[in-house]
Each structure stands twice: as C-alpha cells, then as structure tokens.
C-alpha cells in the first residue's frame, strides 16, 4: 500500500513506440506525490516531565515545555500540526493553578498561592492532539514540583543565559534552550531543564539554588529550528556549550551571540 511517511512520490517516465518498436517521441517524465492521510497519532518525546516552580511565582511564570511530534505533513496539511492542552491537574483546588500554550506546549503558571508546606507537587495529564488539537490524540504526565522561596539574589537561579541574533541585533526569543548535568558514573547526560528563550532572549529559570550542584554540566540550544523559524538555513543544527560548575553559590551567565553562520560564547558576568 501506498505510504508517504516511507515514500512521498514516485518518478514514471512514459515512452511512446511505433508499431515496430521505434520510438516516436522522446520519454515523457510523470511525477505522482502522494499525498497524505492523518494516519498516525502525535507522539511525546517522553512520557513524563518534570518541571520545578518556586511558590512565590506569579502568573505567567513559565515552568517547562513539554513536546510532541507527528510523522503526518505539517506543511501542505494540519495533519502534523499539534495543538497541547492539559485534561486534568492533581490535587484539585477551586482553581486551576497551570496553563498551557497550546501552540507552544509551555506550561506557566495560572493562579495564586503555590505554597510548598500544603502542596509540594502537582501532576498534570497533558494532552497532545493533531489536526491542530481537533485529531488524533496521546497523552503525557507532566509533574510540577513547587519549591521553596530563594535567597536573596538568587531568585532565577545559579545560571542565566542571553541569546543575542547578530543578523537582527535583536534578542533571539522563542529558540529552545535545554540543560543538562553530565554524571560520574557511566558519563551520561542527565536532562535538568527545557526552556525557550522570552522576547529579551532569555530563559528563567535554568538552574535552581536549591538543584545546583558541584560538576559538569551542558546548555544546548536549537539553533537549527529557530533559524528555520526565520526563514534561514542554518550552518549548524545546535549549539552545545560545556561549563563547569565548582561553587553552586555562585551566580553564572552564560551569553551566545547567533548568526545564520557562526555563534560565538564567552563567560559573562
């Protein structure tokens, strides 16, 4: 049977021969695109995310993204195009305490009164749907874990970042930025956070006071998509800066400056 996810068109070339064999005209090309049908449900990159609030956040802080693709076309059709939403939030409360972008995937936080002492963490069933939300669907759990109120001077973490595009001069808002902790044993990289830059090229926040610890860790931003976003090619498919963490009391920054063609990073300040 036909299928586009393996095979999206097929090249035929028609000749046209006398009664005798000859040729009469020169071969005609016929290209046939297949097109395509909403034959498969989205699928999340995981099937549960963590993500970490502090209780005294207001409304519209953001607290993870969460993800899904779909192999269907989301170019010709809306077969491919995903619409998020969230189907239920645990433990009830008279009322909702997250949202989330249904374009977008970003889970924020909705309502007042987080408090950690009464309820340290929520679970939430989000939604993944194609045909943008109105199709096939799958689901996900997404935990919110609420933590304490930070110290002084620390209320966005140990670690921040600015992204700067230098083709515009302008903040690169909306590039997905994601953080990890590379382990001792095995040297594997553990996922810490997923992030997307907000309209100053910022993501807050990366690391928490409370989650830093001594070691290696990596920041990887996509910058691939996000050039794609504004109508580029990009040179490279992402961006990796490895950085060491020795005093998990100390505040780091780390800035990266985008083109089309090249990327440049240095420790700020």
Known sequence: ?????????????????????????????IIITVTDQNDNRP????PVFVGYIEETAKP???????????ADDAINTNNGIIGYSILSEEPKSTQRMFTIDPQKGIISVIGTGLDRETTPNYTLIIQAADLEGAGLTTTATAIVEVKPKAPAGME????????LNTDTGLPAAGLAVSLSRLQELGQQWTEL????????????????????????????FETAAYWQGQGHTSFYPFV??????????RKLHVPLLISPYSYMTYRGS
Request: hydrophobic share 35%; with cysteine; glycine share 6%.
């Open 60 to 70: 519209g802080t953001s607290v993870m993204t969460v993800e899904a693709t779909d």
């Open 1 to 29: 049977p036909l299928d586009r996810e393996k095979i999206n068109r097929y090249i035929l070339f028609s000749h046209a021969v006398s009664a005798n064999g000859q040729p009469v005209e020169d071969p005609m090309e």
């Open 156 to 163: 966005n973490g140990i670690l921040t970042t600015h992204v």
């Open 43 to 46: 699928v999340f990159t995981k």
């Open 240 to 249: 990796e800066v490895v950085f060491t963490v020795t005093d998990p009391a």
């Open 193 to 220: 956070a997923q992030r997307r830059t907000d309209e100053d090229g910022r993501c807050l926040p990366l690391l928490a006071w409370d989650r830093a610890e001594a070691g290696t860790y990596k920041l990887r």
